[in-house]
């Protein structure tokens, strides 16, 4: 059963996952299944997170949704530990931050055919440290969505804790 952070919804009960499913049942999506994202989730979830919440934004903004839901599911698609490439990357080396975009776009494109929107969406999610601006509208959506989740991924389980305590 496939959840996003915050959401009771079952997504494969959806609207939104026979536009993804294609993607979700591929292997290389599945290996993210296994790589720690944001202290508390994987890189899987963190993806399925932005996918499902740009999805919804882009719909209700009447702008491409299908893009929306696929570009956010590829969009942190690499299978190296940011942390580990941070410390040991040498001095004139793109920060992971500045980098990863263009390599999860060159991963995606070998998963699926991307569309130049989808691309984007990939390759400018971490604006402002790529320096180019995003060229659409959806573009800037997965950006944004992409920090929401993450605050999300750091501080509900904080706050499901806190809570535990609480209560026994």
């Known amino acids: 059963m496939l959840r996003a952070i915050c959401s ?14 294609d993607i979700i049942d591929c292997g290389q999506l599945g290996e993210l299944k296994n790589i720690t994202h944001h202290i508390s989730t994987t890189r899987f979830q963190h993806c399925l997170n932005v996918s499902y919440y740009s999805y919804l934004v882009c719909r209700k903004l009447h702008l491409n949704a299908r893009s929306a839901a696929r570009a956010g599911l590829l969009h942190d698609l690499f299978y190296y530990d940011r942390r580990e490439y941070n410390s040991s ?24 055919e991307i569309t130049p929107l989808e691309r984007d969406m990939i390759e400018k999610h971490m604006w402002p440290a790529t320096r ?3 060229r659409y509208r959806e573009s800037y959506v997965i950006t944004v969505v992409d ?6 991924e750091f501080c509900v389980p904080k706050l499901k804790k806190l809570t535990s305590r609480t209560k026994g």
Do not use: I, W
């Open 89 to 112: 990357r040498g001095k004139g080396q793109l920060s992971h931050s500045a980098m990863h975009a263009k390599l999860a776009a060159e991963n995606a494109a070998g998963v699926t």
């Open 132 to 134: 180019h601006l995003p």
């Open 147 to 152: 920090k929401y989740c993450a605050v999300l």
């Open 8 to 21: 009771r919804k079952e997504l494969e009960k959806t609207g939104y996952y026979p536009l993804v499913s």
